[in-house]
């Protein structure tokens, strides 16, 4: 089994900062793609930033210069550092691993999200 687990979510001031992290753990052969993705109410998850199957880095556009995403595949861990934050960031953040398990193919695991509230 393959677990992915956010956390790090909460309540956060306008112009104020939060840090996300997310695990993969359980029966892994290899991670291929890692990252974090939003839906806020009424809207579609959108992605926000990622680690792709090239090793590059994706952003979306809104959070360009704000947000930065690392790794430590040591721990399978992808983390999101989120500054500046703004009231429209309001949203449940989501991880998704792409990955490979010990006994299944390719598959696109995500975690149970984690809510980010941001609000003076």
């Known amino acids: 089994q393959v677990q992915v687990v956010e956390s790090g979510g909460g309540l956060v001031q306008p112009g104020g900062s939060l840090r996300l992290s997310c695990a993969a753990s359980?029966?892994?052969?290899?991670?291929?793609?890692m990252g974090w993705y939003r839906q806020a109410p009424g809207k579609q998850r959108e992605l926000v930033a990622a680690?792709?199957?090239?090793?590059?880095?994706n952003y979306a556009d809104f959070v360009k210069g704000r947000f930065t995403i690392s790794r430590d595949n040591a721990k399978n861990t992808i983390y999101l550092q989120m500054n500046s934050l703004k009231p429209e960031d309001t949203a449940v953040y989501y991880c998704?691993?792409?990955?490979?398990?010990?006994?299944?193919?390719?598959?696109?695991?995500w975690g149970q999200g984690t809510q980010v509230t941001v609000s003076s």
């Open positions: 680690f792709t199957t090239r090793g590059t880095t």
């Open positions: 359980g029966s892994i052969f290899s991670i291929n793609a």
């Open positions: 998704n691993a792409r990955l490979i398990g010990t006994y299944y193919p390719e598959y696109d695991y």
